[in-house]
């Protein structure tokens, strides 16, 4: 299995910038999918962002396209997700998850692995 770690949150104003980094131990990292979500109080988690095994192919959510890019080293064994001109609306915990084999999807339920979560919060 791997173990995910998340980093990078904190509290940032309205159009302000952050990076989330994501950081996998445990087994070839290369060979998981992987996916950031996010949660906001009473809210379901959500799908963010989205890359595969070798980092060619990347998905976004409508929310947040053109304004978050996900990328990974794998060498590093890292994810990050840069997000830039946040809004208020992207307050929430954030997650990355993976999966084995396989593509990155949208649906929660199909990753094995979680990190903890990491808390951002976006002032105005």
């Known amino acids: 299995q791997v173990q995910l770690v998340e980093s990078g949150g904190g509290l940032v104003q309205a159009g302000g910038s952050l990076r989330l980094s994501c950081a996998a131990s445990g087994r070839t990292f290369s060979n998981y999918a992987v996916g950031w979500f996010r949660q906001a109080p009473g809210k379901e988690r959500e799908f963010v962002a989205g890359?595969?095994?070798?980092?060619?192919?990347?998905g976004y959510a409508d929310s947040v396209k053109g304004r978050f890019t996900i990328s990974r080293d794998n060498a590093k064994n890292m994810v990050y997700i840069q997000m830039n001109s946040l809004k208020r609306e992207d307050t929430a915990v954030y997650f990355c998850?993976?999966?084995?084999?396989?593509?990155?999807?949208?649906?929660?339920?199909?990753?094995?692995?979680w990190g903890q979560g990491t808390q951002v919060t976006v002032s105005s």
């Open positions: 890359i595969s095994r070798s980092g060619g192919s990347t």
């Open positions: 998850a993976a999966r084995p084999w396989g593509v990155a999807r949208t649906t929660a339920a199909e990753y094995a692995y």
